[in-house]
């Protein structure tokens, strides 16, 4: 009886939830893919743009990595930065800062799966959601469990 009752102290006190919902249609890829599959186009899911309101217009909206090795933010087809936006809250997303370009990488564990890192900005699970790969984004505080999700264009 004790540990029934601590345990629901600690998911109505605790600060971080068992889980966030805003990514729970993707999963983290078990297998590494190649180089090829993964570069492409990416553009922020129509949930993301939902959950930005009207500020979505103020973020980039498309992601593209290339061949080279190399990422580029995209809005309007011009290059648009994400420093600072990943961590700020969704009430600061309209705060400018210089182009942002860097480089990308896909690292594979046995435990940790497939991560995807753009260099300089985070580090998260590479997913897919029905066998379209997704690049999702904790914005702001983890615990808060806000997030928005690139999805990879069909070619």
Request: proline share 4%; aromatic share 12%.
């Amino acid at each position: 009886m004790k540990i029934r009752i601590i345990f629901l102290l600690f998911l109505f006190v605790s600060c971080h939830p068992l889980f966030c919902n805003w990514d729970s249609d993707y999963n983290q890829l078990t297998i590494e893919p190649s180089k090829s599959e993964i570069v492409g186009i990416y553009e922020l899911s129509k949930d993301s743009q939902d959950y930005l309101g009207e500020n979505y217009n103020l973020w980039p909206l498309k992601l593209q990595l290339l061949k080279n090795g190399k990422f580029i933010f995209l809005s309007n087809e011009n290059p648009i930065s994400m420093s600072d936006k990943i961590f700020a809250s969704k009430s600061e997303l309209n705060r400018l800062v210089e182009n942002k370009v860097g480089k990308w990488m896909v690292s594979f564990s046995k435990s940790n799966d497939c991560l995807i890192e753009l260099e300089g900005l985070f580090v998260t699970p590479f997913s897919e959601k029905n066998g379209q790969f997704a690049i999702p984004i904790t914005i702001g505080d983890g615990d808060e469990c806000n997030g928005i999700v690139y999805e990879k264009l069909e070619e």
